[in-house]
């Protein structure tokens, strides 16, 4: 048994197009498929049989093994090869490498998988054989989708659309439009989305496969559901559990049961949210099925959490993660330990919350250098495979020039004389050019070096005050807690030993702080989720080191949107900036932070009851308050800042979440 996820290799006999949720499915292999690959196997051992032959009953192997047993799909598709080769069988050759390349894809070696694909894909054309091709193509299209190429991946599929069209089998159209429909569901056009799964259903109701129209009415779904047509979501969510109950595909199921709970959720029905969830949960344990039941341990306690149930929340998310520890999985530990962390949150536990956090942080971070290092491996298979076509192509015209110099040889004797008149006349002109070109590549060089320098000293400006930002602020807080040591009694040695203990925390934090402003720079996106988070521990390190200071703290979440790292950090460095010079210059008994989601913005109103300050006086020579200003500025925000001597200070921000 091979578990593969949904975003599945098509191999032209039988194509399959991908879910939303990336969920895995389950391949068994059954006792007819076993008859005909022993019945296949017998005609292969005949001494008395042509070479054609024997490669078309390899190919007829390969196709019964493929999600049944890799290793002996590697060993007959490498046997393939070998006697195509040795036949010089063009077509043998290109299916061959179809199979390895679907070998080294369920093996996660894409690089190596793209290189298969490459060198099959023009085999499959100059045979002729369009079924081939639009399997091929439709490989190489899931890879570009997976690598984030989605620009490359539509027009692949749509390259294999193309030749799946030629070729009048339903089937595969149907697949390659519902991979179509996924792709642009990816990139956030929803309607073109919801048009291609539309598509997709049309012709898989000319094919009349069970299993292929569960699938998309399953997207079907989570195309209405994305749009906000909830009741057309779980109207095709129930057309898919009523279809697979009629064919008992259970591993299904778990899969559909899983996506109304998930509905139900969305609209606050809890009590049919849980009945469907725990529908999923049953199949998936007859079925042993550890990375489904990672989703829906995880999907319950969710649901107990948004109902304030964490007491029965918290076993079941910690269920999930220890499942996903168990299949090792690193995308299903992260999502477990930051789900885990915000219950904990919630229950008051900030110790365990901030230990998970650390863990979901650390293995986002690891997911992403894995990310990095396939997709570098996968654009330099690209690289290399447009380099290869570059050659040839300039090797046909290489040879195209010299069959065309052969034949005009005359006439380039006859007018050799003029030539030479001509090239005198352009040598001077292109003596004149270059003395020309020359100056102009000197001033080009000079502009280049200003520009260069002007950079340089951008990226120093962000450096510091990414660096007074971060740092600073932990500094600020240690400072507090020496500050703090000097009042304490010489007799209360544990007071003294909280406050030493403290220090050392704020100078790991410290380096943590160095280490998150270098992460968040380079990262594409964060959660909404994990903003709140930070600014939360930031919060609770303040707390400790001033003692004397009470905070009030209060962030409305709607929607757990993504932000752009940079977006991120200038709102998180913008309250860090503005408690920190509370903490330093008001005295201050009082913080409240007040942070609310808008539709497309957050708003967030700062405020204590020190002491004050003029701001007209402070605004140019404050490096702390010009940061704020920058920061706002960068954002498209705006800043209303009410304060003056002896009334505290109120900050009132509005910054687009886009």
């Not at 100059?126 to 399997?135: D, I, N």
């Not at 990375?291 to 998310?317: F, R």
């Not at 477990?336 to 229950?347: D, G, P, T, V």
Request: hydrophobic share 40%.
């Amino acid at each position: 048994m091979i578990v593969r996820y949904l975003i599945l290799l098509i191999f032209f006999s039988d194509l399959y197009s991908a879910q939303v949720q990336k969920l895995p499915e389950t391949v068994l292999e059954n006792s007819s498929e076993q008859t005909i690959i022993r019945t296949l196997k017998q005609k292969l051992n005949s001494k008395y049989i042509a070479d054609s032959a024997r490669i078309n009953i390899f190919r007829k192997i390969c196709r019964e093994y493929i999600d049944t047993d890799n290793d002996e799909l590697k060993k007959y598709a490498t046997a393939m090869l070998r006697l195509s080769e040795k036949t010089s069988d063009q077509s043998g050759i290109a299916d061959a490498l179809n199979f390895l390349g679907i070998v080294e894809d369920i093996d996660a070696h894409y690089s190596s998988a793209l290189k298969y694909y490459n060198k099959a894909l023009p085999l499959a054309k100059s045979s002729k054989r369009s079924k081939l091709v639009a399997s091929i193509s439709n490989n190489i299209g899931l890879l570009q989708w997976k690598a984030g190429d989605y620009r490359d991946a539509l027009s692949t599929f749509f390259s294999a659309l193309k030749y799946a069209e030629a070729t009048g089998s339903v089937k595969i159209q149907g697949n390659i439009c519902s991979n179509i429909g996924l792709v642009y569901q990816e990139i956030n056009q929803r309607n073109e989305a919801l048009n291609w799964q539309k598509k997709a259903l049309v012709l898989r109701k000319k094919d009349n496969n069970n299993y292929s129209l569960a699938s998309n009415f399953n997207n079907l779904a989570n195309a209405y559901s994305i749009l906000g047509k909830h009741d057309s979501a779980l109207l095709y969510q129930q057309k898919a559990i009523s279809l697979q109950t009629k064919i008992n595909d259970q591993y299904g199921l778990g899969i559909s049961y899983l996506n109304s709970g998930a509905e139900y959720k969305k609209l606050k029905n809890y009590r049919k949210a849980l009945w469907y969830y725990e529908k999923s949960k049953a199949i998936r344990e007859q079925e042993q099925d550890s990375l489904g039941l990672s989703y829906t341990y995880l999907n319950i306690a969710e649901c107990y959490k948004d109902m304030g149930n964490l007491n029965q929340a918290i076993p079941l998310a910690e269920k999930a993660l220890m499942v996903s520890k168990n299949i090792k999985s690193d995308d299903r530990i992260a999502e477990s330990s930051k789900s885990l962390a915000e219950i904990y949150r919630l229950s008051g536990n900030l110790s365990k919350a901030i230990i998970l956090q650390q863990q979901y942080t650390a293995y986002q971070e690891k997911i992403f250098n894995t990310e990095m290092i396939d997709k570098a491996a996968f654009l330099n298979v690209k690289y290399e495979t447009e380099k290869k076509e570059k050659e040839l192509n300039l090797s046909k015209l290489k040879i195209s020039q010299e069959v065309l110099s052969s034949r005009q040889k005359n006439i380039w004797l006859i007018v050799l004389a003029g030539l030479v008149i001509v090239g005198m006349l352009i040598f001077r002109n292109l003596n004149i050019k270059s003395r020309l070109r020359q100056k102009q590549l000197a001033l080009e060089n000079d502009l280049l070096q200003e520009q260069n320098i002007s950079k340089a000293q951008q990226q120093r400006l962000e450096i510091s005050r990414d660096l007074h930002d971060s740092v600073g602020s932990q500094l600020t807080l240690m400072s507090s807690t020496l500050d703090s040591l000097i009042n304490i009694s010489e007799t209360d040695s544990s007071r003294y030993k909280e406050k030493i203990s403290s220090l050392s925390t704020f100078v790991d934090l410290s380096i943590s702080e160095l280490r998150n402003t270098l992460w968040i720079l380079n990262a594409n996106e964060v959660f909404l989720e994990d903003l709140h988070l930070k600014i939360l521990n930031f919060i609770n390190n303040a707390s400790e080191a001033k003692e004397d200071v009470k905070f009030n703290y209060k962030f409305v979440i709607h929607e757990n949107v993504k932000l752009d790292s940079k977006v991120a950090a200038n709102i998180f460095r913008i309250l860090q900036e503005i408690i920190n010079n509370s903490l330093k210059h008001s005295e201050a008994g009082l913080i409240d932070i007040q942070i609310n989601q808008n539709l497309n913005d957050l708003k967030m109103i700062i405020s204590d009851n020190g002491k004050g300050f003029d701001f007209e006086r402070e605004k140019d020579s404050s490096f702390g308050l010009s940061n704020i200003h920058k920061r706002i500025d960068e954002l498209s925000g705006t800043l209303k800042l009410e304060t003056s001597p002896g009334k505290g200070t109120r900050y009132t921000i509005v910054t687009p979440l886009k």
